[in-house]
């Protein structure tokens, strides 16, 4: 279980179900969850975010050459 949401085997339904059982049983728990992946959405692929990465690949080859 992460800050952000809970990783679940992808071949194992009842390990899914689990995890959505105890999301909502745990309103409080679901909410800090999302806001926290909103939160790492918005710092890590944002527009801003993806223009810096790809400005400083520009600005890695720009010196490099």
Not at 16 to 34: H, K, T, Y
Not at 37 to 49: E, F, G, I, N
Request: charged share 15%; glycine share 6%.
């Amino acid at each position: 279980q992460g800050s952000a949401g809970t990783i679940v085997p992808d071949d194992a339904p009842d390990a899914v179900s689990n995890a959505l059982g105890d999301m909502l049983m745990q309103p409080e728990r679901f909410a800090l969850m999302s806001r926290n992946a909103r939160m790492s959405a918005q710092t890590h692929y944002s527009v801003a975010s993806e223009t810096n990465g790809i400005n400083a690949v520009y600005e890695q080859l720009w010196h490099s050459t």
